[in-house]
């Protein structure tokens, strides 16, 4: 089994070439998405986050309280505080998830990340990609997703890694630059690219 890392700037278009890796088989394990679940169900995340950030950071049912939690940690610049929580959650559970998926016949396994490379390249992972896109282009997809403003888009970038310097430590880097067809297309044939080039880890 291959494990890969797909990571990118906001809008740039990871998500859509998971989508596609997902749609020839792959499984995508989306880090966001795997964090919020550890905040809701992980005891150890629970615990650190009230120590951490107060009580309030939870709702009387058990449910995060993301309002306060927003506030707490980026409003007040705390974010590192959350990520220090957090990512080590996320990096323990994917470990986990990797043995588990090993045991299937999966032949990539891929965690796509947006701080994927924040601390150097992960020990865990075979392949690391990394998704390019001209920044007019980023700027515009992020606002018809989000309904939100250039200044909104451009304040959360600056706060992303330079993708363009992690170049040297990704197995493979794509363009999205075209249409969204021919971004599919590109997804599609580095899929089974990277399947041929780890062909002995399958």
């Known amino acids: 089994m291959i494990v890969a890392g797909v990571t990118g700037g906001i809008g740039s278009g990871k998500s859509t070439l998971c989508k596609v890796w997902e749609s020839l088989g ?29 009580e309030k950071t939870y709702h009387k049912d058990g449910s995060l309280n993301k309002e ?12 590192e505080e959350l990520n220090r929580i957090v990512h080590p959650a996320v990096t323990r559970k994917f470990r986990e998830i990797i043995e588990e998926t090993a045991q299937t ?3 990539i396994l891929v965690k796509e990340a947006a701080l994927l490379l924040n601390s150097g390249r992960p020990e865990d992972l075979d ?6 896109a001209p920044e007019k282009d980023q700027i515009e ?3 018809e997703r989000d ?13 992303q890694p330079d993708f363009e310097s992690l170049k040297s430590i ?4 794509i363009e999205n630059s075209g249409t969204l067809k021919e971004f599919k297309q590109k997804s599609e044939e580095l899929f089974y690219r990277v399947l041929e080039d780890y062909r002995d880890a399958v």
Do not use: C, P, W
């Open 170 to 173: 990704a197995d493979y880097t």
């Open 105 to 107: 016949d999966t032949k």
């Open 26 to 54: 792959a499984k995508v394990i989306y880090a966001d998405n795997l964090a919020k679940k550890l905040m809701v169900e992980d005891e150890a995340v629970i615990r650190q986050l009230k120590q951490v950030f107060g």
């Open 127 to 132: 392949v690391v990609v990394i998704v390019l």
């Open 147 to 159: 309904s939100v403003s250039d200044v909104d888009v451009i304040g959360r970038m600056n706060k």
């Open 68 to 79: 306060y939690l927003i506030q707490e940690a980026f409003q007040k610049e705390r974010v």
């Open 141 to 143: 997809r992020v606002k």
